[in-house]
């Protein structure tokens, strides 16, 4: 089985070696370039706690801090790892969705505790800060990278599809799978998804990727790159 990555370069290189281990092989074209802004560390005065809403969030935020004791709230497990794998230890994770993850901030966290730090992207997905400043809480968001969209799809992804040597397409976020989309409808015929499935890591982003016309789009049953990945292996 073949399978095409849409995500960004470093997280699409663990993923091809876990796919690998289960004998499917990857083409990856990424969705999104990344770009950090490097700068001086933040200011952490008041804070008490760091909300991250992507992988990306953890690396930019580590750029330029090395303070790790802080708690950190996750929206799902890739961010999660990230984390753990830069030294955070107090990690709470989220189910993969803003809504669940400002859910979990109030269930765990004072509104008179302090300043809820969202490290971010140019592009935000969900209304994070409309839900904790109304449920009453102190929210700040910096912006530490920039996440540019990609054009066009990469002439290898074109060769490969035309040859129908790819049976799947892994789509990690709303935005990713809308990126995806436009390209493949400026770049491919109309029919030539026809035979490949959709493998998506949630119903949001499964919304974006029925845009086009797919064999079957497939939902993980829960928000996570293992499940993801038990799917894409099953074949379904």
Known sequence: MKVLITRSEVDAAPLVDLLSARNIVSVVDPMIK???????????????????TSANGVRAYCARNSERDLPLFAVGDATAREAMANGFSNIFTARGDVSHLAKLVQIKL????????????????????????????????????????????????IMALTKKEVQGVLLYSPRTAQIFCRCAVADLDENMLSGVTAYCLSEAVADKAKALKWRAVVVASSPTQLELIHVVARGV
């Open 34 to 52: 990344v770009e950090l802004r490097l700068g001086s560390p933040l200011g952490l005065t008041g804070v008490q706690a760091l909300l991250m």
């Open 110 to 157: 004072s509104k008179s505790g302090g300043v809820l730090l969202h490290v971010a992207g140019t592009k935000t997905a969900g209304d994070l800060a409309g839900n904790l400043l109304g449920a009453g809480f102190e929210y700040r968001r910096d912006i530490l990278y920039n996440v540019v969209a990609a054009q066009f799809l990469h002439s290898n992804t």
